[in-house]
């Protein structure tokens, strides 16, 4: 009736419009929110936690309609409180956001690299327009999805039962990132993975090296990356790294492809930012993956002219839909602001990372050591830092510390050698340059020098 009376007396109510339109944003922007808390349910914690985040969006969503019946003064109370908290919230996450991209070293801004800014379905498009046969990179972490029961499985599928390919498109050129200003293309090896055509076939393996992006080498040059640098000293050297990959997809790979290939050394790197914390939490839900725990395989070598046909539908499917990046960057970007995770992180709440799994990891790596010592190999975890163990600084630096002293433990008691670049990133003159622009990346080729340099030392002590 309020309403009434003072449109009657003053015309339209321009403030009492604003709060509406403000509490129905809101309960817009939640209904949006938990559309991702779907999308990323697989990456959520278990718990209490995990169903505070996925009910929140929808409670605040249900609280602001109902609000939209209040009085007037009510409204344009709650939609002031509102606008304040979200100012004040995603304000602070998007400075501290600026700032982690911003570092600086020894007072030396820095500056964006001038370079290609294509997208990758624009660097796609170019190469066929060239002739040239150009899929993008296919990561197997990234194209797993939910079954109704929470569990995971792969969307492609050959003679009728979904596979989970463990590498790309065979024998095309691969498109895969741009951190320094140029994109990273190669082109893939017979089962889509970052070798020279012809490793599979060579009579003895001196190297295999498992890993995610940092082993796969992004985003340098081949020959610059420490895999290259490890083939130019060991040209038998096989690399079945692929972004994404955590240590049950690494597992899984060791078991489908090395024993009959029965490498000299196996070199399990392992990334310290999120191959227990996020990777693992996934692929456990993954009942494809977990059959490496039981020694079972998909016979990928027997069907894979057959796979590699459903992988390039696969890749084609997306590329039609716009989707030429089939990882995780984009939506975990979204999703990272959403939350507001670098806030989280600075305040030091609760995130997905704080539960590892260590028996599983202890089981895989001891798996994984029987595998290998049992065809005459030696496996060997290569532990790779990460910005902020690097830096010895901020606000992950315990969580950080925690996961190294977990992995050296279940290494030690396994009795599996460890290369440690923790001590070799913290001693150099210029951390910042080892990695991509200056920023929490991937590798620089500095670093990825680093890498190999220290690898290769130890590999040449050995007997």
């Given at each position: 009736?309020?309403?009434?009376l003072?449109?009657r007396r003053?015309g339209?109510?321009?403030p009492?419009?604003?709060?509406r339109?403000?509490?129905?944003t809101?309960a817009?922007a939640?209904?949006l929110?938990?559309a991702?808390?779907l999308?990323a349910?697989?990456?959520?914690?278990?718990?209490?936690?995990g169903?505070v985040?996925r009910?929140?969006?929808?409670?605040?969503?249900?609280f602001?309609?109902l609000?939209?019946?209040?009085?007037?003064?009510?409204r344009?109370?709650?939609?002031?409180i509102?606008v304040?908290m979200?100012a004040?919230?995603?304000?602070?996450?998007?400075?501290l956001?600026?700032?982690?991209?911003t570092?600086?070293n020894?007072?030396?801004?820095?500056?964006?690299?001038?370079g290609?800014?294509?997208?990758?379905?624009?660097?796609i498009?170019?190469?066929r327009?060239?002739?040239?046969?150009a899929?993008?990179?296919l990561f197997?972490?990234y194209?797993?999805?939910?079954?109704?029961d929470?569990?995971?499985?792969?969307p492609?599928v050959v003679?009728?039962k979904?596979?989970?390919p463990?590498?790309?498109?065979?024998?095309?050129?691969?498109v895969?990132?741009n951190?320094?200003?140029?994109w990273l293309?190669?082109t893939a090896d017979?089962?889509?993975?970052?070798?020279?055509?012809?490793t599979?076939s060579?009579?003895?393996?001196?190297?295999a090296?498992?890993g995610?992006?940092?082993?796969?080498?992004?985003?340098?040059?081949?020959?610059q990356?420490?895999a290259g640098?490890?083939r130019?000293?060991y040209?038998a050297?096989l690399?079945?790294?692929?972004?994404?990959?955590?240590?049950l997809?690494e597992?899984?790979?060791l078991v489908?492809y090395?024993?009959?290939?029965k490498?000299r050394e196996?070199?399990?790197?392992?990334c310290?930012?999120n191959d227990?914390?996020?990777?693992l939490?996934?692929e456990?839900?993954?009942e494809v993956?977990?059959r490496?725990?039981?020694?079972g395989?998909q016979?990928?070598d027997?069907?894979?002219?057959?796979?590699?046909?459903?992988?390039r539908a696969y890749?084609?499917r997306?590329?039609?839909?716009?989707?030429?990046?089939?990882?995780?960057?984009?939506m975990q970007?979204?999703?990272g602001?959403?939350?507001?995770?670098?806030?989280?992180?600075?305040?030091?709440?609760?995130?997905?990372?704080?539960?590892?799994d260590?028996?599983?990891?202890?089981?895989?790596?001891?798996?994984a050591?029987?595998?290998?010592t049992?065809?005459?190999?030696?496996?060997t975890?290569?532990?790779?830092p990460g910005?902020?163990?690097?830096m010895?600084?901020g606000?992950?630096?315990?969580?950080q510390r925690?996961?190294?002293?977990?992995v050296a433990?279940?290494?030690?008691r396994?009795?599996?050698?460890?290369?440690?670049?923790t001590?070799?990133?913290?001693?150099?003159a210029?951390k910042?340059a080892?990695f991509?622009?200056r920023r929490p990346n991937?590798?620089s080729?500095?670093?990825?020098?680093?890498?190999?340099?220290a690898?290769?030392?130890?590999?040449?002590?050995r007997?």
């Open positions: 009736m309020g309403d009434i003072i449109r003053h339209p109510d321009w009492s419009r604003l709060a339109i403000t509490l129905a809101g817009i939640a209904l929110g938990f991702l808390v999308r349910r697989d990456h959520l914690p278990d718990g209490t936690l169903l985040i009910t929140m969006p929808l409670a605040v969503a249900g602001l309609t609000s939209l019946a209040l009085p007037r003064g009510a344009l109370q709650l939609a002031i509102l304040a979200a004040g919230l995603w304000g602070a996450e998007g400075f956001a600026w700032k982690s991209g570092v600086q020894d007072g030396r801004a820095i500056s964006d690299v001038v290609d800014s294509r997208t990758k379905l624009q660097v498009t170019a190469l327009a060239q002739g040239r046969d899929y993008p990179a197997p972490a194209i797993l999805r939910p079954n109704a929470g569990s995971l499985a792969s492609i003679d009728g979904p596979i989970l463990l590498g790309g498109a065979a024998n095309v050129e691969t895969v990132c951190e320094n200003g140029n293309v190669y017979e089962r889509g993975f970052a070798n020279p055509k012809g599979w060579q009579p003895g393996l001196d190297l090296l498992m995610d992006s940092f082993a796969q080498g992004y985003c340098v040059e081949p020959d990356s420490f640098r490890l130019a000293r040209p050297t690399n079945l790294a692929m972004s994404g990959n955590g240590p997809i597992l899984a790979a489908e090395l024993p009959e290939r490498p196996v070199l399990w790197f392992f310290e930012g227990i914390p996020e990777n939490a996934v456990r839900r993954a993956l977990l490496a725990l039981d020694g395989s016979g990928l027997a069907i894979y002219p057959e796979l590699d046909t459903s992988v890749l084609e997306m590329l039609a839909k716009g989707e030429a990046s089939v990882d995780a960057g984009p970007t979204v999703i602001i959403f939350t507001l995770s670098h806030l989280r992180i600075a305040l030091r709440l609760p995130t997905a990372s704080d539960k590892p260590w028996p599983l990891f202890e089981r895989i790596m001891s798996i050591h029987e595998r290998t049992g065809w005459g190999g030696r496996l975890l290569v532990y790779l910005w902020t163990t690097a010895g600084a606000a992950q630096l315990a969580e925690a996961i190294h002293d977990g433990a279940t290494v030690q396994l009795g599996i050698p460890m290369i440690d670049l001590p070799r990133f913290a001693a150099h210029d910042t080892l991509a622009r991937h590798y080729e500095t670093g990825h020098a680093l890498v190999a340099e690898v290769l030392e130890d590999l040449e002590k007997p």
